[in-house]
């Protein structure tokens, strides 16, 4: 029905971005997803538009760390904080190069080294173990790992990095019988046995929200923070975003804004054809699932179910080093993979994940957020409502809004 009503839509509407209508407010964005097969995907694309940098100490396009902690208010809470806090990134596949390319990221940004050496990053496989790595080759889920480490570094320069490479990104489904199984799942289970204060889950399912409940004990860990991405496929649920023990991050557009009191514009990250045009940019996910049932914590009425997203966090433009061949040096990256570790990294910023049971604690601070009343991620967005379309206070799209320091978590 979305792709129906978007395509009666070409009737009435341009193919231009409307300014106020919602619509993403990069100009000629190509975006060439990772991760493009396997039950569950990760949530993040280059940006084919801006050039690649192969030398590692060159200048380049993208969000740095300084823009990320200034655009969030997080400057000085990341020079003080995040110490004793380990915050695990829940990858598929291995990365043979990723120690190096996150250390290269740091040093270009004037950020201390994160190594294996002095005990900041620690890198295992789905059952912990250094070593014995995912044999099966994936180099599209390398770009994607290198984000998930280098985000961290960004926001929480003093947190250790904990990397749990699952053995792939498919699932098991037996309905039979109790031989469900999910190695990413597997992989959050090891996070947290390994002592991770934060765990994030920059990956989900692909097209409609599937029936995945018998999966979410996976994520079921009062205590630890854990985020997962709500998608880039637009107005519409994935799992396991969806799943109600997790707190579900959406993306913005941020724009630097010199004649705002903050510095930035933000709105929500979508476009105005999504999945219509060819290489037209993506955009946030966001909706009311139908299989999840809503969190004691969630008190929008539009939905009866588990309502996507909690919060949000930028989602494009966003600058990494990667140095397998999908990119292959600096690149500018977008997707909600780049909002989930950023959120995973408020909380350890914060400290508090102890005091975190599910999505529930930013619900009891909502004047922590920046709120967002800019953009939807459907057209027309008068179907679905917040559930589509940001507005004051809680929407779908980016949920309470986006950090403002770390008092929402």
Request: hydrophobic share 35%; net charge negative; with cysteine.
């Amino acid at each position: 029905m979305k792709r129906l009503l978007t395509l009666l839509a070409l009737a009435v509407i341009a193919f231009v971005a409307v300014p106020g209508s919602g619509a993403a407010t990069t100009t000629g964005e190509v975006l060439r997803p990772f991760c493009t097969t396997g039950t569950l995907r990760c949530m993040s694309a280059l940006r084919v538009d801006a050039p690649v940098v192969p030398a590692a100490t060159a200048s380049h396009d993208g969000f740095g760390p300084a823009d990320l902690r200034k655009a969030y208010s997080l400057a000085s809470a990341a020079v003080r904080n995040g110490t004793g806090q380990t915050v695990a990134l829940v990858d598929a596949y291995d990365d043979p190069t990723i120690e190096s390319d996150l250390n290269t990221y740091r040093a270009y940004y004037g950020i201390p080294p994160c190594t294996t050496a002095n005990g900041c990053f620690r890198k295992v496989n789905q059952d912990g173990e250094q070593g014995n790595y995912p044999l099966v080759a994936n180099p599209s889920w390398e770009p994607e790992i290198a984000l998930d480490v280098e985000m961290v570094s960004a926001i929480c320069p003093n947190c250790h990095i904990l990397l749990v490479e699952a053995n792939s990104a498919d699932e098991t489904v037996v309905t039979s019988n109790p031989a469900q199984h999910s190695d990413l799942g597997a992989a959050v289970d090891t996070a947290v046995n390994l002592g991770a204060t934060e765990v994030s889950n920059s990956y989900g399912s692909v097209g409609p929200e599937p029936n995945q409940t018998f999966f979410d004990h996976y994520y079921n860990h009062p205590g630890v923070a854990i985020t997962a991405s709500a998608g880039d496929e637009d107005y519409g649920t994935i799992w396991p975003a969806a799943s109600p023990y997790v707190t579900a991050v959406g993306g913005t557009e941020l724009t630097a804004d010199p004649l705002s009191p903050r510095g930035f514009d933000e709105s929500v990250w979508g476009s105005i054809l999504p999945g219509v045009i060819p290489n037209e940019a993506q955009g946030t996910g966001s909706g009311c699932s139908i299989w999840e049932p809503k969190p004691a914590w969630q008190h929008d009425a539009g939905c009866s179910g588990r309502t996507v997203a909690d919060v949000s966090a930028v989602a494009d433009n966003v600058a990494i080093y990667d140095s397998s061949p999908e990119i292959g040096g600096w690149g500018v990256v977008a997707g909600t993979s780049i909002s989930s570790p950023i959120i995973a990294s408020v909380y350890a910023l914060a400290g508090n994940a102890k005091s975190v049971v599910y999505g529930s604690y930013p619900y009891s601070h909502p004047s922590s957020f920046h709120d967002i009343t800019e953009g939807s991620n459907f057209t027309p967005d008068t179907v679905c409502g917040y559930l589509c379309t940001a507005e004051p206070a809680y929407d779908g799209p980016t949920g309470l809004g986006t950090p403002n320091g770390v008092g929402g978590f």
